[in-house]
C-alpha cells in the first residue's frame, strides 16, 4: 500500500481532484490579487479625492473670513457715513434756526413806530 501513494493521498481524494483544486485555488488567488490592486488603486483615487476636498474645504474658509472682514469694513464705512450725515443735517439745522433768529430779530426790532 506504501506504493500506492501516487494514485491517491491520505484524505482519499485521487491526482485529478488535487490538481483540480489547486488550479482553483490559483485560479481565485489571482483573482483576489486583481481585486486587491483594485481596491488599492480605488484608494489611492479616493485619497486624491479626499486631498482635493480638504484643499477646496481650506479655501471656501479662507474666503470666508475674507468676506466677513470685507462686510465689517462695508459697515464701518455705512457708520461713518450715517455719522457724517447726522453732523451734516445738524449743521444745516443750526444754519435754517440761525437764519430764522435773524429774521424775527429783525422783524421784531425794525417795526415802524407810530408816532401819536
Not at 38 to 63: A, D, H, I
Not at 85 to 93: M, T
Amino acid at each position: 500500500m506504501a506504493g500506492s501513494g501516487l494514485a491517491s493521498n491520505n484524505f482519499g481524494i485521487s491526482g485529478q481532484q488535487l490538481e483540480n483544486i489547486k488550479n482553483s485555488i490559483a485560479e481565485t488567488q489571482v483573482k483576489i490579487d486583481k481585486q486587491n490592486n483594485l481596491l488599492q488603486t480605488k484608494n489611492k483615487q479616493l485619497e486624491e479625492k479626499q486631498k482635493q476636498v480638504y484643499g477646496q474645504s481650506n479655501e471656501m474658509e479662507e474666503k470666508l473670513k475674507l468676506l466677513e472682514t470685507r462686510n465689517k469694513m462695508l459697515q464701518l464705512s455705512i457708520d461713518r457715513n450715517i455719522y457724517k450725515k447726522k453732523v451734516i443735517y445738524g449743521l444745516l439745522s443750526i444754519l435754517i434756526l440761525f437764519i430764522v433768529a435773524m429774521l424775527c430779530f429783525y422783524a421784531f426790532f425794525n417795526k415802524p413806530k407810530n408816532v401819536i
